[in-house]
């Protein structure tokens, strides 16, 4: 039933894409990610109610502090180099006590819903400056960033569960 249940969503949310393409595609002639199926995707998805920036806006920033609100197995697997894991089903406010709010903050998941959630929660705590990641990890990855696991800069990604993993077109997809 499990599985089934995933196919039907999997093929809904596929149609919804296809049907969003032109919609999407006359909405933002300037795509903050490549594809446009992952576009039209990730403008259902989105509430679009925090500042989105483009991975590459977020490749030519100097001063910015990264925080992956993605769960702590995911970001072992690989994130964005010297970013700082805040999760997502265990996030609390009181983990980021040691933060500066007048700092300028980016948000990160796989493609950008966690992440929006998480930073939603930073602004209404008095956080001034945080943005989305638009496309998350993925459209990172996507465009040739490079991620890192510990120490060194690696090809893996959490790629989360096969429904969102089709989002992930560069890069070694690692499930659990």
């Given at each position: 039933m499990k599985r089934s249940l995933r196919k039907i969503i999997f093929w809904v949310l596929l149609i919804s894409i296809s049907i969003s393409v032109g919609i999407y595609s006359k909405r933002d002639s300037n795509a903050k990610v490549a594809s446009k199926?992952?576009?039209?995707?990730?403008?259902?998805?989105?509430?679009?109610?925090?500042?989105?920036?483009?991975?590459?806006?977020?490749?030519?920033m100097k001063e910015v502090t990264l925080l992956d609100a993605r769960e702590p197995k995911e970001f072992e697997v690989s994130h964005l180099k010297n970013a700082i894991?805040?999760?997502?089903?265990?996030?609390?406010?009181?983990?980021?006590?040691?933060?500066?709010?007048?700092?300028?903050?980016?948000?990160?998941?796989?493609?950008?819903?966690?992440?929006?959630?998480?930073?939603?929660k930073l602004i209404e705590a008095g956080f001034k400056d945080v943005n989305n990641l638009y496309g998350g990890i993925f459209e990172w990855k996507n465009r040739g960033y490079p991620v890192f696991s510990i120490l060194t800069e690696t090809q893996q990604i959490h790629a989360y569960d096969k429904v969102f993993g089709v989002w992930l077109t560069s890069g070694l997809k690692v499930f659990d």
């Open positions: 199926a992952f576009g039209a995707m990730l403008y259902i998805m989105l509430d679009h109610s925090i500042n989105e920036i483009s991975v590459d806006e977020l490749a030519k894991n805040v999760g997502y089903s265990n996030f609390t406010l009181s983990s980021l006590t040691d933060l500066d709010k007048g700092q300028k903050y980016v948000v990160y998941c796989s493609i950008g819903k966690r992440s929006e959630n998480i930073a939603k």
